[in-house]
């Protein structure tokens, strides 16, 4: 039913959405943000069907999908209102002064679109971070088409969001190439797509290897694009010493749930805790591993990453250093990831790069350290993480300096007592990290600032008024926030008006 695109269907998507581009890229804000809404609206008048096709796909629960799909609109909606704003868009003015030596021109900055956007579905989020997600709502804010590859996981889902899409295009009197839906399962779609000339950046959510070969391949292009790829992450945990004295019991109880939520499938699930050898540890494992046994596995939501988890649990499992702490003890089904935490010496886990792996489940491994300074060493050890946590007081923040210089430096975003399942959707988010948590760590996946992703700066030098874009004009008529001279500002220039 879902064929792979062909070439020649790839190279029809990207030369309609080229064409779309310089169209849709003179749109105003409002009437992207007003297309945006719009698809929202589109989503929610599927109604029932959606949840249901969704669930049967991904063995997801009624509840987990109708959550994901309120957040899949909100994105739509709250980016729709932050496009509108154009706080992102960094306009920047910066007045002549003609009797300067030498003469200082009048200089303007915005930024603008890239051009046509490849989005690739994820597999654990078939709504927001797939056709409708993240990535395509900030492509279209940033005056972008979009081409969405589906996710093989959840194709007829993705039809289902596409239609609505396509529903939206018509009803605003856009060129159809602004959307362009597309299937396959092989690695050789996804070159053509990165690879065409027309495609001037992509998004990815999945693993390493996907979206690692994804960036190599828009790097040996002729013209290299960017590729905003989140690949992998396991998201290490730092119980120190103050708060385990009077919480440890607590905390453990705390990570048994965030370890196990939709059965560890999310990108900032807790796969590594940290702490200190001796009794308050000792109690962490112990209740930690108490609570593990009771909980029920949970079907995965496809084989692939049943299968995957399956070995890479085995592998890490298999190391003679590793012991196990806790696996689940209610009966499993078929697909069905079972709980399971293990524990391992820091000495270890520095040593051997397989224990550095994500583990995409509901897996966690603890590492025991003989003090702050190896803790430390640990800390240093880690690769780039979406999140990393402290679970701390204050005094433990303020007498370890080190390591949360440490752990500050792996990380995109950095928790005090919390735990890192749950992304909020609001511009103050960072969902991004160091390699190899994504390929560009100066970016969010999540939150308004992600509309930047698919734009480029242009100044404009000497330029007069008539001929800026509106969002640089003297008078201000779209009423942003912009630099002028060094102030920020919403009013007019009207000296220069």
């Not at 289902?160 to 399962?185: D, M, N, Q, S």
């Not at 350290?369 to 640990?378: E, G, L, N, S």
């Not at 948590?437 to 992703?453: H, L, N, P, Q, Y």
């Amino acid at each position: 039913m879902f064929n792979d695109a062909t070439i020649q269907e790839v190279n029809e998507a990207l030369k309609s959405a080229w064409d779309a581009f310089h169209i849709y890229r003179k749109c105003s804000l409002k009437e992207r943000a007003h297309f945006m809404r719009s698809i929202a609206e589109q989503i929610e008048s599927l109604g029932n069907d959606l949840i249901i096709t969704a669930g049967k796909e991904t063995n997801l629960s009624e509840a987990r999908l109708r959550g994901e799909l309120a957040r899949t609109i909100f994105q739509l909606n709250s980016y729709a209102a932050a496009c509108e704003r154009g706080e992102w868009l960094e306009a920047r003015i910066d007045t002549a002064i003609p009797d300067k030596a030498p003469p200082k021109p009048d200089i303007r900055k915005m930024l603008v679109p890239l051009g046509p956007v490849v989005v690739f579905g994820a597999s654990n989020f078939p709504f927001a971070y797939s056709t409708a997600g993240g990535d395509t709502a900030t492509a279209f804010a940033a005056g972008c088409p979009v081409v969405v590859k589906a996710h093989p996981a959840h194709a007829q889902t993705s039809k289902l969001v596409a239609g609505a899409i396509i529903k939206a295009v018509e009803a605003c009197h856009l060129p159809k190439g602004v959307f362009t839906h597309l299937y396959g399962r092989s690695f050789e779609v996804g070159r053509a797509l990165v690879t065409h000339p027309y495609t001037k950046a992509a998004g990815f959510t999945g693993s390493f290897t996907g979206g690692k070969q994804l960036f190599d391949w828009a790097n040996q292009r002729k013209d290299p694009i960017p590729v905003f790829a989140e690949m992998s992450s396991i998201n290490p945990v730092f119980l120190l010493p103050g708060k385990m004295r009077v919480s440890a019991a607590a905390i453990a109880k705390q990570y048994a749930a965030s370890i196990t939520l939709g059965s560890g499938q999310f990108c900032t699930n807790p796969g590594l805790l940290i702490g200190l050898e001796g009794n308050d540890l000792t109690t962490f494992i112990t209740t930690l591993a108490a609570k593990i046994k009771t909980i029920a596995p949970v079907t995965m939501l496809n084989k692939g990453i049943y299968e995957n988890y399956a070995d890479k649990r085995a592998q890490a499992l298999s190391l003679p250093e590793v012991q196990v702490v806790a696996v689940s003890e209610v009966a499993s089904k078929e697909m069905q990831g079972i709980p399971t935490v293990a524990v391992v010496t820091a000495d270890v886990f520095i040593n051997n790069p397989v224990l550095h792996q994500e583990v995409f489940g509901p897996y966690s491994l603890i590492i025991k350290c003989k003090d702050m300074r190896q803790m430390t060493d640990v800390a240093r050890h880690i690769e780039g993480q979406l999140t990393a946590t402290l679970m701390a007081t204050e005094e433990d923040t303020k007498s370890n300096a080190e390591l949360v210089d440490a752990v500050q430096n792996l990380c995109g975003r950095f928790i005090l007592n919390g735990v890192p399942t749950g992304v909020e959707v609001c511009l103050s988010m960072q969902h991004g990290g160091p390699f190899p948590a994504t390929t560009d760590s100066r970016f969010s996946s999540v939150g308004a600032d992600g509309i930047k992703r698919f734009a480029r700066p242009v100044a404009y030098q000497n330029w007069s008024n008539e001929l800026l874009p509106d969002e640089l004009k003297n008078e201000n008529p779209l009423g942003i926030w912009r630099t002028v001279n060094n102030e920020l500002t919403k009013e007019a220039m009207r000296f220069y008006s």
